[in-house]
């Protein structure tokens, strides 16, 4: 009746996740709370061993783990670096995430990484070099994964369609499923003085397989028109758990991930913060 | 006017480049400091990878200092993976050649011990030898064989104390740092590597079993290098940190 190898969890629940960090090891071993799953972000499990990947096995034992790449350049004009894309299979090999995920953005060029997520025009050709991008990375790691809208601080003269056709668009052509950063759309919608719940109505909601909340600092442009800025270093705004309050009712519940990556906090408040998303959730399934 | 990912890059890095032409607001205006968000996530994003992989260097040149010299570093030379936690190096190096750290000679060799702490917290893992076997092997067999060490063992040598330098700048009550040369070996019993500096001939023989050269040889090397080299002592070092993975004839 014991299974001596078990099996990895194959898919994330619908329920509050966090972003993993290694100073809350042993709080969420000993009592995670509401917290039903873990992301990490793979390009840190790519050591040879050590405490990383001895945490991340154990982990696994217990939550289902969601790898979030944030590396991999899939907007980059250049090809994709073969070396990372066998890190990402490896990696995918041997964890088996319950979930995979990367960004619309890109990151390196010719041999730098820029280490950003760095912005794309949306036009025809951005859809067909992203596509072949996510075609070769899906088979691949032989899976499917998931794809995350931006933020944005500025726009491209040259763009041509909305980023909800861009990202449904892809989508459609490649199969893979999307990431919906809720934070990042009240971001975009900001900056670019946009309304986000048109935005949520245009979004395919049915291709969402995860959500992200994160915090978001505040600045200005030349103009005084109000910059936020996609920081993950505190608290989820109240405008965007209203806006995630919108989402879940509309599209129904996903399993949802607190992003706390900068001055991060200690384990009660991270967990406190899931809760607010468990309370929604709740509400939705009940 | 299409912005193509050569420019955007070139005026990333490079605060007197003009911005792109052909980034807005979204509603016809210019992007104008909008593009600096870039500019600002990627300058400070690289910063503090660099604050964090080289924390005995940012202390011992001040948390300003090392700003600015990080500010230069990445600007010379960008990431070219996407692995952050081996960004670096060419620390040691850079070091060498940056105006006002240049007269610092111990300084590289701090950033070398830095590096390799990282690479020994990353190294693979490896199940350490049973240390009966080197008491059960013949002494002409033991003499005659290759000592492997655990992937993640690292050892720097320098004409400079930088063991004692890094223990005062990391360890509290560890003391001032008098002038010596010191080979520093970095160990990882378990999941935290650990610095330890080396007795007499030490680094001389670490450095001929990191070649693979048999055990007698190192030893020779060892007392050629300083005739007090202690081998029981080394090897109980090696031992109790788990440091040894086999032993091969």
Same mark, same amino acid.
């Given at each position: 009746?014991?299974?001596?190898?078990?099996?990895?969890?194959?898919?994330?629940?619908?329920?509050?996740?966090?972003?993993?960090?290694?100073?809350?090891?042993?709080?969420?071993?000993?009592?995670?709370?509401?917290?039903?799953?873990?992301?990490?972000?793979?390009?840190?499990?790519?050591?040879?061993?050590?405490?990383?990947?001895?945490?991340?096995?154990?982990?696994?034992?217990?939550?289902?783990?969601?790898?979030?790449?944030?590396?991999?350049?899939?907007?980059?004009?250049?090809?994709?670096?073969?070396?990372?894309?066998?890190?990402?299979?490896?990696?995918?090999?041997?964890?088996?995430?319950?979930?995979?995920?990367?960004?619309?953005?890109?990151?390196?060029?010719?041999?730098?990484?820029?280490?950003?997520?760095?912005?794309?025009?949306?036009?025809?050709?951005?859809?067909?070099?992203?596509?072949?991008?996510?075609?070769?990375?899906?088979?691949?790691?032989?899976?499917?994964?998931?794809?995350?809208?931006?933020?944005?601080?500025?726009?491209?003269?040259?763009?041509?369609?909305?980023?909800?056709?861009?990202?449904?668009?892809?989508?459609?052509?490649?199969?893979?499923?999307?990431?919906?950063?809720?934070?990042?759309?009240?971001?975009?919608?900001?900056?670019?003085?946009?309304?986000?719940?048109?935005?949520?109505?245009?979004?395919?909601?049915?291709?969402?397989?995860?959500?992200?909340?994160?915090?978001?600092?505040?600045?200005?442009?030349?103009?005084?028109?109000?910059?936020?800025?996609?920081?993950?270093?505190?608290?989820?705004?109240?405008?965007?758990?209203?806006?995630?309050?919108?989402?879940?009712?509309?599209?129904?519940?996903?399993?949802?991930?607190?992003?706390?990556?900068?001055?991060?906090?200690?384990?009660?408040?991270?967990?406190?913060?899931?809760?607010?998303?468990?309370?929604?959730?709740?509400?939705?399934?009940? | 006017?299409?912005?193509?990912?050569?420019?955007?890059?070139?005026?990333?890095?490079?605060?007197?480049?003009?911005?792109?032409?052909?980034?807005?607001?979204?509603?016809?205006?210019?992007?104008?400091?909008?593009?600096?968000?870039?500019?600002?996530?990627?300058?400070?994003?690289?910063?503090?990878?660099?604050?964090?992989?080289?924390?005995?260097?940012?202390? +011992?040149? *001040? @948390?300003?200092?090392?700003?600015?010299? %990080?500010?230069?570093? /990445?600007?010379?030379? $960008?990431?070219?993976? =996407?692995?952050?936690?081996?960004?670096?190096?060419?620390?040691?190096?850079?070091?060498?050649?940056?105006?006002?750290?240049?007269?610092?000679?111990?300084?590289?060799?701090?950033?070398?011990?830095?590096?390799?702490?990282?690479?020994?917290?990353?190294?693979?893992?490896?199940?350490?030898?049973?240390?009966?076997?080197?008491?059960?092997?013949?002494?002409?067999?033991?003499?005659?064989?290759?000592?492997?060490?655990?992937?993640?063992?690292?050892?720097?040598?320098?004409?400079?104390?930088?063991?004692?330098?890094?223990?005062?700048?990391? +360890?509290? *009550? @560890?003391?001032?740092?008098?002038?010596? %040369?010191?080979?520093? /070996?970095?160990?990882? $019993?378990?999941?935290? =590597?650990?610095?330890?500096?080396?007795?007499?001939?030490?680094?001389?023989?670490?450095?001929?079993?990191?070649?693979?050269?048999?055990?007698?040889?190192?030893?020779?090397?060892?007392?050629?290098?300083?005739?007090?080299?202690?081998?029981?002592?080394?090897?109980?070092?090696?031992?109790?940190?788990?440091?040894?993975?086999?032993?091969?004839?």
């Amino acid at each position: 009746m014991f299974d001596e190898n078990p099996r990895p969890i194959d898919r994330l629940p619908n329920a509050p996740g966090v972003g993993y960090k290694p100073q809350h090891f042993t709080a969420i071993t000993n009592d995670p709370g509401v917290v039903g799953w873990l992301e990490v972000h793979a390009e840190n499990y790519m050591g040879d061993g050590g405490r990383p990947l001895a945490q991340l096995r154990h982990l696994a034992e217990t939550f289902a783990i969601s790898a979030h790449g944030v590396g991999l350049s899939i907007g980059g004009e250049t090809r994709l670096d073969p070396d990372h894309l066998s890190r990402l299979k490896h990696l995918n090999d041997w964890l088996q995430p319950a979930s995979f995920s990367e960004h619309l953005a890109w990151s390196t060029h010719g041999a730098e990484f820029l280490n950003d997520l760095l912005p794309l025009p949306y036009t025809e050709a951005t859809v067909n070099r992203v596509a072949d991008h996510v075609d070769e990375l899906q088979e691949t790691v032989g899976r499917k994964m998931l794809l995350e809208n931006p933020s944005s601080y500025l726009a491209f003269t040259e763009s041509t369609m909305s980023e909800t056709d861009f990202l449904r668009e892809i989508a459609r052509r490649t199969g893979c499923g999307l990431l919906l950063d809720v934070n990042n759309v009240f971001v975009s919608a900001t900056n670019l003085d946009t309304d986000p719940i048109a935005y949520i109505d245009d979004f395919p909601l049915d291709h969402v397989g995860e959500i992200h909340l994160g915090g978001h600092d505040e600045d200005e442009d030349d103009h005084g028109a109000p910059l936020l800025i996609d920081s993950h270093g505190r608290e989820v705004a109240d405008p965007v758990w209203t806006l995630y309050d919108y989402v879940i009712s509309k599209g129904g519940v996903r399993p949802t991930l607190i992003e706390w990556d900068n001055d991060v906090p200690d384990w009660p408040t991270l967990e406190a913060e899931a809760q607010r998303a468990q309370v929604i959730l709740q509400k939705a399934a009940a | 006017m299409n912005v193509d990912q050569d420019t955007f890059r070139q005026a990333l890095l490079d605060p007197q480049a003009p911005r792109p032409a052909g980034l807005s607001d979204g509603h016809g205006q210019d992007a104008g400091r909008r593009f600096d968000v870039y500019r600002n996530n990627v300058t400070v994003a690289l910063a503090d990878a660099l604050e964090t992989a080289f924390p005995t260097i940012a202390k +011992l040149v *001040g @948390a300003q200092n090392f700003k600015l010299l %990080a500010t230069a570093y /990445l600007r010379q030379h $960008p990431p070219t993976s =996407p692995l952050m936690m081996f960004y670096g190096k060419e620390m040691p190096a850079f070091l060498q050649s940056f105006e006002p750290t240049k007269s610092i000679g111990y300084l590289p060799d701090i950033a070398r011990l830095e590096l390799a702490l990282r690479h020994s917290y990353h190294a693979a893992d490896a199940s350490p030898l049973d240390p009966s076997v080197l008491q059960s092997t013949p002494p002409d067999t033991l003499m005659a064989s290759k000592l492997k060490l655990a992937p993640a063992t690292r050892l720097v040598r320098s004409q400079w104390p930088i063991f004692a330098i890094w223990a005062f700048n990391t +360890l509290p *009550g @560890a003391p001032k740092p008098t002038m010596s %040369a010191q080979d520093t /070996l970095i160990l990882r $019993p378990d999941l935290d =590597p650990e610095p330890h500096l080396l007795p007499p001939g030490g680094g001389a023989f670490v450095a001929a079993l990191l070649e693979g050269t048999l055990l007698a040889d190192a030893i020779e090397t060892a007392t050629n290098e300083d005739p007090a080299f202690d081998l029981s002592a080394m090897l109980a070092l090696l031992l109790s940190n788990n440091a040894l993975t086999d032993l091969k004839d």
